[in-house]
């Protein structure tokens, strides 16, 4: 089946610095890659939805500043946590949609943790 | 907007049993989809279940299935004979339909605890 390639698994950084976070399609294209964010026992929050060669589209409070999202070609995205914080600490997750197969297929995850 | 309503934060059914899991959801489109997503203890997000609303019939998969009721708006999945390896999150899901960019919306989840 479809499968997305999330990494790192986790990451640790110090507080200022910036962390980038790829997601790779792994055996099909995906033009439009969703990025999620979640706290311990709770559900995924939409962050971005970014789309290949154009600019992500953000949901209502999210710092597109902050979070930076690049989709440069059909098989991979990226989120960049810029100038992180403690409070950004938490469990990042992509997913892509394989319009092929129809179904949205998840990566692993990361758990960023800022100290 | 749609909104997904999971009522249960937790349910608990005993090995071999069969529980069943609510969802809710508000919509004023007539077609879209729904999706059952299982996160265990890995965070890896596993699709269960799939319904497309158009189709009356309830889907289907192996020991999982689902009870949709369009006109209640409503979405319960049923795990039969339920096995240790079904202890996880349970997340109900709405997308609409058409467009690459529809994005989906996850309700709050329902942990699910397997007694041996």
């Known amino acids: 089946g479809a499968v997305v390639s999330q990494h790192p698994s986790r990451v640790i950084c110090k507080s200022g610095t910036s962390v980038k976070i790829e997601c790779r399609s792994l055996?099909?294209?995906?033009?439009?890659m969703f990025w999620y964010r979640q706290f311990p026992k709770q559900s995924l929050m939409l962050m971005a939805t970014s789309n290949e060669g154009s600019k992500a589209t953000y949901e209502q409070g999210v710092e597109k500043d902050k979070f930076l999202i690049n989709h440069a070609s059909l098989t991979l995205s990226t989120l960049t946590v810029t100038s992180a914080h403690p409070e950004d600490s938490s469990f990042y997750i992509c997913?892509?949609?394989?319009?092929?197969?129809?179904?949205?297929?998840f990566g692993s995850g990361t758990r960023l943790t800022v100290v | 907007a749609q909104t997904v309503t999971q009522s249960q934060p937790e349910m608990s059914v005993q090995e071999a049993e069969t529980v069943t899991l609510s969802c809710t959801y508000d919509?004023?489109?007539?077609?879209?989809?729904l999706f059952w997503y299982k996160q265990p203890p890995s965070r890896q997000m596993i699709l269960v279940i799939r319904q497309e609303a158009y189709k009356q019939q309830n889907a289907t998969e192996n020991r999982f299935s689902v009870n949709f009721q369009k006109a209640a708006k409503s979405f319960s999945l049923k795990i039969s004979d339920s096995q240790l390896g079904d202890a996880a999150m349970y997340f109900c899901a709405y997308r609409n339909y058409g467009g690459a960019t529809n994005k989906l919306i996850f309700g709050t989840g329902t942990l699910l605890a397997v007694q041996p």
């Open positions: 055996d099909f294209q995906a033009t439009t």
């Open positions: 919509t004023s489109e007539s077609d879209y989809y």
């Open positions: 997913s892509a949609r394989d319009q092929g197969r129809g179904g949205y297929t």
